[in-house]
């Protein structure tokens, strides 16, 4: 996946988390509803920025960006552990 790639996946999970936000206002889905799916795009993003910032960082040093991966939810997760 590419920077634009990336890029275009981390603003189509916020259009959908703003898209979420109108149907619960709207009473089309439930507050349960909205937050297990506000839960997985915020995993989701977590995932699209760290491998962003990481090829952004191996560019810097003149690693090729293309052999970073995603890393999984839960490691991404955990950084913070």
């Known amino acids: 996946m590419d920077d634009k790639t990336v890029?275009?996946?981390i603003h189509g999970l916020v259009d959908e988390e703003h898209q979420l936000r109108g149907q619960l206002s709207r009473g089309e889905i439930s507050s349960s509803e909205e937050h297990a799916r506000l839960q997985e795009?915020?995993?989701a993003l977590d995932q699209c920025w760290d491998l962003l910032r990481?090829?952004?960082a191996a560019r810097e040093v003149g690693n090729n960006p293309d052999a970073e991966q995603?890393?999984?939810a839960g490691e991404v997760e955990g950084?913070?552990?």
């Open 54 to 56: 990481r090829r952004r």
């Open 79 to 81: 950084y913070l552990q």
């Open 41 to 43: 795009l915020e995993v």
């Open 70 to 72: 995603a890393h999984s």
């Open 7 to 9: 890029l275009s996946r």
